[in-house]
């Protein structure tokens, strides 16, 4: 098979690394060790040019960015209230004495973060880094972010990553219409696990439920079953009262059923693999067996309604009560619920995903994670010299094995330790994703900022091993031995032209079927009134937004190598 352009574009930005990775090296002699000093000459690749001149940092492929003089960086922080910020953290005096770096930051509460980002980047405000990004289409337009991937070349560890993991293809995912990408996404070299059902494993064992045996096999009906022997067993009003307003098990439900809602929302399309074309899923009859579905879980009186609208906080209190058995989460969720169970015999358990009408999917597929945006202020402020210092400082922090150690684990002999194997071993004093929570005083977070949103995301098959328990390993183990790996649609590479008329027809046609989504699930509109429905998503432009995405995949494809 030929190779498409972007492969050509990542060969050639590939090569650049190579050349550049060698000539970065921090002693004149040419070797590979990291070195606080600035080399005396390092090589620049600039084009097809060469040229040689001195520089004031050390950078490379595997070594520690330095800056000789001190320098500041502005970036945006989102404040998650479990580790409330502190100026005091040793994350940041551990970065400044590596890096002579220190940042200057916007700092926004997680609620807000997404809307601020939006005011700032839409004004022109913008901080340099704009970290923890999960969907940068809405700001290309604007001008206001600089397609990174112009500049990659200049970040050895990034493309280090790229290339040894494999992630050409993955990246593709984030082209635009110019062909360029606008985000640094975060990289792993496997797959996660995700969000799933937390579940009080004593209690469905009690009621006749083999777990382990049985998940394996569960489709969302059998979820139901199950579910349902539970709510006979228990006597309980609801069995399952969720969090995050329910938008992550909409989420992953949907996956199950082939169409979008919650947090995976977006525009209602999926792509048919197999006649290689767009088609809206959220007016289809997999939608209407979806809604289905969790009409039938509300009204059997299985699932709590105030799940789509209770704050977190009450969702959780219901859980850690005893008054409900399941909730959405993640495993580090489910690590701190654990310590706050009223019952003291009460025992929690991650599900695999269930499967449904599409198939036993995973849920995780892509290895990209949220990423870095980068703002144009930082090209214009600092201009093109450093500008590329500034990325190095980016690609050590983000995507070096260095920068994802001290991102996640923090300071060797202070807070962590390594075994004989090589193996992390946390201080017994700090405890980090139920680590250490029979021994620990301090939080890795919230008491030293490492293990941090922000920072922690990417890396190795071992890094992302080596945060987990030995029950998050179980379940990742599960995940991979019960589920198949799903494909993944291509983007919709819109113009500026394009996607504001996309955008036009999205936002009003999107928050009708999240209305309406919700609705059909709580039973406030009745089944019956599905045409209706249909004929009001079309009304709203879904045909329209289904041609202009096809005819848009249609001039790019060959770009996407289909």
């Not at 050349?19 to 004149?28: F, I, P, R, Y």
């Not at 071993?425 to 900022?449: E, R």
């Amino acid at each position: 098979m030929e190779r498409n352009n972007f492969q050509k574009w990542s060969g050639v930005m590939l090569s650049a690394v190579m050349v550049l990775g060698l000539a970065a090296c921090s002693g004149s002699n040419g070797n590979n060790n990291a070195s606080k000093t600035p080399a005396p000459a390092n090589t620049e690749v600039k084009g097809n040019q060469t040229e040689e001149k001195t520089l004031d940092y050390s950078f490379g492929e595997n070594q520690t960015f330095h800056s000789s003089e001190p320098v500041t960086y502005s970036m945006m922080y989102s404040d998650h209230e479990n580790y409330p910020y502190s100026k005091d953290w040793r994350f940041w005096s551990a970065v400044q004495e590596r890096t002579n770096v220190n940042f200057d930051l916007a700092i926004t509460a997680r609620t807000e973060y997404e809307n601020q980002k939006s005011l700032l980047v839409n004004s022109g405000d913008a901080p340099y880094i704009i970290p923890k990004t999960y969907e940068e289409s809405a700001f290309v337009a604007g001008g206001q972010i600089v397609p990174v991937s112009d500049w990659i070349q200049y970040m050895p560890n990034y493309l280090k990553a790229v290339k040894d993991w494999g992630l050409e293809e993955d990246l593709k995912a984030k082209l635009q219409a110019d062909g360029k990408y606008y985000v640094l996404p975060g990289l792993w070299e496997v797959a996660g696990g995700g969000y799933s059902y937390i579940i009080r494993k004593d209690i469905f064992e009690a009621a006749g439920i083999d777990v382990e045996a049985e998940e394996g096999n569960w489709t969302y009906e059998d979820f139901y079953a199950a579910l349902k022997k539970v709510k006979e067993y228990t006597k309980k009003d609801y069995v399952f009262s969720d969090e995050f307003k329910g938008d992550s098990t909409l989420n992953i439900a949907g996956v199950a059923y082939g169409v979008t809602a919650g947090w995976g929302k977006a525009n209602g399309m999926k792509f048919d693999h197999d006649k290689n074309q767009f088609y809206f899923a959220d007016a289809s009859d997999d939608f209407k067996s979806y809604v289905t579905y969790f009409n039938k879980l509300i009204n059997e009186k299985i699932m709590d309604p105030e799940s789509f609208t209770q704050e977190d906080d009450a969702a959780q209190a219901k859980f850690f009560k005893g008054d409900s058995f399941v909730i959405n989460g993640n495993y580090q969720l489910l690590a701190d619920f654990q310590t706050k169970m009223q019952d003291p015999n009460a025992e929690l358990y991650m599900i695999v995903q269930p499967g449904g009408p599409k198939g036993m999917l995973q849920m995780e597929t892509s290895r990209l994670e949220n990423g870095v945006m980068i703002s144009q202020n930082a090209l214009d402020d600092l201009g093109e010299e450093e500008f590329i210092k500034m990325l190095r400082l980016v690609d050590w922090l983000w995507y070096s094995d260095e920068g994802h150690t001290l991102s996640l684990w923090g300071v060797e002999g202070e807070t962590y330790t390594k075994d004989a194997s090589g193996n992390f071993v946390l201080d017994p004093d700090i405890t980090y994703n139920g680590m250490n929570v029979d021994t620990a005083t301090k939080k890795l977070n919230a008491d030293f900022g490492f293990g941090n949103g922000m920072f922690a995301y990417g890396g190795s098959a071992k890094l992302k091993l080596s945060k987990m328990t030995e029950g998050e390993r179980d379940y990742n183990d599960r995940i991979f031995a019960t589920r198949e790996p799903r494909k993944i649609d291509p983007p919709i590479m819109a113009n500026p032209d394009q996607s504001e008329q996309m955008n036009l027809i999205q936002t009003p046609l999107m928050d009708y079927v999240s209305t309406m989504t919700l609705k059909f699930v709580t039973g406030q509109e009745s089944l019956a009134n599905w045409d209706v429905y249909v004929a009001a998503v079309k009304a709203n432009g879904s045909e329209r937004y289904e041609q202009m995405a096809n005819e848009v995949f249609e001039s790019t494809k060959s770009l996407l190598g289909y």
